[in-house]
């Protein structure tokens, strides 16, 4: 059985993303010096180039880092994932950063554990207040 041969469309969009990828090889000074950043043989980003195959979906973080170039993005490269890639932009921007702790929990050197503060210190023993007073006992 003969291989599939991609349609008109999906070669132009292959190519798209080539230019991007063609962009980062430039950038990198040479395809070898890419390819053993991100972990493949030149070989590969030869058969990507060559072969209007598109990158894979794992590679791609690791050319935009290592490109550092705002023309070499997800979306340059893989622009067929245009979709994916606006989902994953605002899905990353709903994320929060955890809330600091204020208080933490330290192991106190008979194994019990004790309230510290940040600065790793404990803090006063609380009193007990005196029932009909109130007064701290």
């Excluded at 290592?66 to 994953?88: E, H, I, S």
């Excluded at 605002?90 to 510290?116: H, Y």
Aim: proline share 11%; hydrophobic share 35%.
């Amino acid at each position: 059985m003969a291989p599939v041969r991609p349609s008109a469309t999906q070669r132009r969009q292959a190519r798209r993303g080539l230019e991007a990828l063609d962009l980062a090889c430039d950038l990198a000074g040479t395809q070898f010096v890419l390819a053993e950043a991100i972990g493949v043989s030149s070989a590969t980003i030869s058969s990507w180039r060559n072969r209007y195959e598109r990158v894979p979906l794992t590679h791609v973080p690791h050319i935009v880092e290592f490109a550092n170039d705002p023309r070499v993005t997800p979306m340059t490269l893989r622009p067929d994932y245009q979709r994916g890639w606006l989902l994953l932009s605002k899905q990353l921007a709903t994320l929060r950063p955890p809330l600091p702790r204020t208080r933490l929990r330290k192991p106190l050197p008979s194994g019990e554990t004790g309230d510290v503060d940040e600065t790793g210190d404990t803090p006063p023993a609380r009193t007990h207040a005196d029932e009909t007073t109130g007064l701290p006992v």
